[in-house]
T-cell receptor
Framework: DVKVTQSSRYLVKRTGEKVFLECVQD?????MFWYRQDPGLGLRLIYF???????EKGDIPEGYSVSREKKERFSLILESASTNQTSMYLC????????????????????FGEGSRLTVL | KQEVTQIPAALSVPEGENLVLNCSFT??????LQWFRQDPGKGLTSLLL?????REQTSGRLNASLDKSSGRSTLYIAASQPGDSATYLC??????????FGKGTKLSVKP
């Protein structure tokens, strides 16, 4: 069974703390993503990575950084947490779009973790 | 810039009805389109993935169609059940390798 695992379901941090959110996938996916989800705003892409040590900014990268040292792990870092970063954070992974052709099972389908609800006080 | 819109934002139906959820997108140059389900406080579960070369996909009581030229996709749910109550999101895969999401339709199926 395919799996994306996020390290913490619920976190409470204080303003100014450094926060690490970890995500691990066991499907040998090339792509990994971090989204945040807020009421009325939907899912917004923070960062994504299409290979080890590679990263691309999404729509709202300010205040965040990421690390991908191994293919299966993608970390989101809040260098100095602020109250406006209180949100649900969702990690996802997929194969690269272009690999789906002719390769059984590699469809580019996106799989999500259960989410990490972060509260910054 | 790709924009994805889902209408209506919320829908309430009696159990047993067939229903259609709509998704529209502004840029037809997509790689794929995916429908997800999200239960409150949970992550997203993939329902159906349609590649850009396909017109539809089916899984059980769910059928998703794709019309790239008109920038539309529909998710058809047959014989709805209370357990289908959730938020349904569509997302389109673009050339940059990421997915752009709509804001979802919140479905409530009344017993």
């Amino acid at each position: 069974d395919v799996k994306v695992t996020q390290s913490s379901r619920y976190l409470v941090k204080r303003t100014g703390e450094k926060v690490f959110l970890e995500c691990v996938q066991d499907m040998d996916h090339e792509n990994m993503f971090w989204y945040r989800q807020d009421p009325g705003l939907g899912l917004r892409l923070i960062y994504f990575s299409y290979d080890v040590k590679m990263k691309e900014k999404g729509d709202i990268p300010e205040g965040y950084s990421v690390s991908r040292e191994k293919k299966e792990r993608f970390s989101l870092i809040l260098e100095s947490a602020s109250t406006n970063q209180t949100s649900m954070y969702l990690c996802a992974s997929s194969h690269n779009w272009g690999l789906y052709s002719g390769l059984a099972g590699r469809t580019g389908e996106l799989f999500f973790g259960e989410g990490s609800r972060l509260t910054v006080l | 810039k790709q924009e994805v819109t889902q209408i209506p934002a919320a829908l309430s139906v009696p159990e047993g009805e067939n229903l259609v959820l709509n998704c529209s997108f502004t840029d037809s140059a997509i790689y794929n389109l995916q429908w997800f389900r999200q239960d409150p406080g949970k992550g997203l579960t993939s329902l159906l993935l349609i590649q850009s070369s396909q017109r539809e996909q089916t899984s059980g009581r769910l059928n998703a169609s794709l019309d790239k030229s008109s920038g539309r996709s529909t998710l058809y749910i047959a014989a709805s059940q209370p357990g289908d109550s959730a938020t349904y999101l569509c997302a389109v895969g673009g050339s940059q390798g990421n997915l752009i999401f709509g804001k979802g339709t919140k479905l409530s199926v009344k017993p």
